[in-house]
T-cell receptor, first 110, second 113 residues
């Protein structure tokens, strides 16, 4: 995922907020995505944001998009141990194949 | 809600053997993507199909081929398997046109020994 960059690790305490950041390079994606992958499991679409939006909220999830800086973030409120997983940021340049970041491994400590 | 179905869930093959992975998209989805995820890696795009025609090609080796059938399911055929082909293979489906997100299956874990 050289075009999409994420920090590799994030550790938070249960009940705190988690913020996972991502930068991307191609501005042609109609949507930008967050996927969650638990150990040995598939990629679960968590949420996505239309490229013309600045923010999207979905229950405990808040996505912020700064199109000028090509920066995307995912905030998880009241983080739970079940949120421990790898979170992938993804873009789809020209609405073709999806490019993923390397994934951020979120560890939630009790 | 129906999801993307992949089979088999796990597959163990020896070097130089062949393997066929199957993907059944969400009903009414006409576009299928195949991705390969190596250990500790992010998913890498292999190939995609829209309305049974190849629409885009990524880092798919020449030893691999794929097709999409009239019922929109897709198969990834892998020949002359190498140890480095051991990975998780994901299929994703969407509605063509670029306005819908990709929905992924749970993947097939291929182990080549």
């Amino acid at each position: 995922g050289e075009d999409v960059e994420q920090s590799l690790f994030l550790s938070v305490r249960e009940g705190d907020s988690s913020v996972i950041n991502c930068t991307y390079t191609d501005s042609s994606s109609t949507y930008l995505y967050w996927y969650k992958q638990e150990p040995g499991a598939g990629l679960q679409l968590l949420t996505y944001i239309f490229s013309n939006m600045d923010m999207k909220q979905d229950q405990r999830l808040t996505v912020l998009l700064n199109k000028k800086d090509k920066h995307l973030s995912l905030r998880i409120a009241d983080t739970q141990t079940g949120d421990s997983a790898i979170y992938f940021c993804a873009e789809a340049p020209n609405n073709n194949d999806m490019r993923f970041g390397a994934g951020t491994r979120l560890t939630v400590k009790p | 809600a129906a999801g993307v179905i992949q089979s088999p869930r796990h597959l163990i093959k020896e070097k130089r053997e062949t393997a066929t992975l199957k993907c059944y998209p969400i009903p009414r989805h006409d576009t299928v993507y195949w991705y390969q995820q190596g250990p500790g890696q992010d998913p890498q795009f292999l190939i995609s199909f829209y309305e049974k025609m190849q629409s885009d090609k990524g880092s798919i080796p020449d030893r691999f081929s794929a097709q999409q059938f009239s019922d929109y399911h897709s198969e990834l055929n892998m020949s002359s398997l190498e140890l480095g082909d051991s990975a998780l293979y994901f299929c994703a489906s969407t509605i063509g046109g670029g306005d819908s997100p990709l929905h992924f299956g749970n993947g097939t874990r291929l182990t080549v020994t």
